[in-house]
């Protein structure tokens, strides 16, 4: 008779069949798991691509669901908008309507009436207490300022400052109740693409509401008067006279400017407006309303933005900054050193001097243009000492402490384009 096997052993042999089950049963998962994710990265490679061709409404179609619209924030996706047909209105076409809805009761019409003429423009309530923001073209000249209210209601306003450099202008009305303000929103998270809405009176059609798009922004315009409007947002929706001071809104009717100008051959709308950025129309409005006016600095020179025309016929040693085409004798800007050109030649319909100092700072700010010359100047007042980075002859130097002189229309024209 054979002795039995030793219980250690036959534990030990439980042991060994338990592991190797294991191992296999592991094995087993980790094959699954592995065709698993091999099946599920091929499942977001098609995603992707379906997404990529034609968006995530291909994608909701694919699984059976038919959107009209998808709204977006800045966290992401936010909302989708199921087909319906017994709804009356797009998702997009209820955002417009919201906007309008809101916004229209904070805009007015402005008429100007005098003896011998009568202009008319918008404006926009920005505040309860009767202070409306417009353009300072509309309200230039002298008459009786009439103020009309989106209820119909009229009321006298009184001017209380304009800017003409930037085309800002601000009046006040009594009131015997609160107005509607508008929402104001900074206009530095603005991109091109954005939807963006006009309301206005175009052509005296009241309260008109428009859509397009920012189209670009950082735009530099010459008005009318001779003076450079910097930093402006330019927008395809559609604006004509009589939109001049209302507001372009966002898609969530936050006022994001105040609609100023459109580049026109024939004085009607094609396709390329423009709006003053609300900060803009904040710190300038606020200035009118404390003061009654605006003092800003500006250096006493005849300049000219550099472009690779003039820096190729001059052969300059930069490509960027402001020429210096002459200082205004015995100025400020003369007295401390700045130099303008000597070699006279025609620019357009202009004449400027080569060979003056290039700016290329100012008190260590880079300066490549008018637009970091203006945003500059904006902080500053005619009772302030800058150091003038400049080249000279090739060289790199600072005239320190150059006075500034107080910015005016006259001298804004003194910065050729």
């Known amino acids: 008779m054979k002795d039995k ?6 534990i030990l042999a439980c042991a060994l069949f338990v592991v190797v089950v294991s191992v296999l049963v592991l094995l087993s998962l980790w094959t699954v798991r592995i065709a698993s994710q091999k099946r599920s990265d091929e499942l977001m490679r098609e995603i992707e691509n379906v997404t990529a061709q034609g968006g995530e409404s291909a994608l909701l179609a694919l699984a059976g669901y038919q959107v009209d619209n998808i709204f977006h924030s800045d966290e992401g996706l936010i909302l989708f908008e199921e ?16 906007v309008y809805e809101r916004c229209a009761p904070s805009v007015v019409e402005i008429y100007v009436s005098s003896d011998l003429s009568q202009s008319t423009g918008c404006g926009v309530i920005i505040s309860s207490s009767g202070y409306i923001v417009t353009n300072t073209h509309v309200v230039s000249q002298d008459g009786v300022i009439t103020v009309r209210f989106h209820d ?9 400052g304009s800017d003409p450099i930037t085309d800002i202008a601000v009046i006040s009305v009594e009131v015997t109740q609160p107005l509607t303000p508008v929402s104001l929103l900074s206009a530095d998270e603005l991109v091109v693409g954005q939807k963006i809405i006009a309301i206005g009176s175009p052509y005296g059609y009241s309260w008109s509401q428009s859509v397009g798009t920012v189209s670009a922004l950082e735009r530099t315009v010459t008005s009318s008067t001779g003076v450079s409007l910097s930093g402006l947002i330019q927008t395809d929706a559609q604006i004509n006279p009589g939109n001049s001071g209302g507001p372009l809104l966002d898609s969530r009717g936050n006022m994001v400017g105040l609609v100023t100008a459109i580049y026109s051959t024939s004085g009607s709308s094609q396709g390329v407006s423009f709006a003053i950025p609300v900060d803009t129309v904040v710190d300038v409005a606020g200035s009118l309303i404390r003061d009654g006016r605006v003092s800003r600095g500006t250096l006493d020179i005849l300049s000219v933005e550099l472009n690779p025309m003039i820096v190729d016929y001059a052969g300059l040693p930069v490509s960027e900054g402001i020429l210096i085409s002459q200082v205004v004798p015995a100025g400020e800007a003369d007295r401390a050193g700045l130099r303008g050109g000597n070699t006279r030649v025609a620019y ?3 004449v400027i001097y080569l060979g003056g100092d290039i700016i290329t700072a100012l008190d260590g700010v880079p300066v490549t243009g008018y637009n970091d010359y203006y945003a500059f100047m904006a902080d500053t007042a005619s009772t302030d000492r800058v150091d003038v980075t400049v080249v000279r002859d090739g060289q790199t130097l600072t005239v ?4 500034l002189v107080e910015q005016t229309v006259e001298n804004m024209r003194w910065l050729v384009r």
Do not use: F, H, M
């Open 83 to 98: 087909g319906n047909q017994s709804w009356k209105y797009s998702a997009d076409e209820l955002q417009n309507i919201t």
């Open 400 to 403: 320190k402490n150059v006075q």
């Open 152 to 160: 119909g209601t009229q009321a006298e306003a009184t001017l209380v």
């Open 348 to 350: 357009g319909n202009s």
């Open 5 to 10: 096997l030793p219980l250690s052993r036959i």
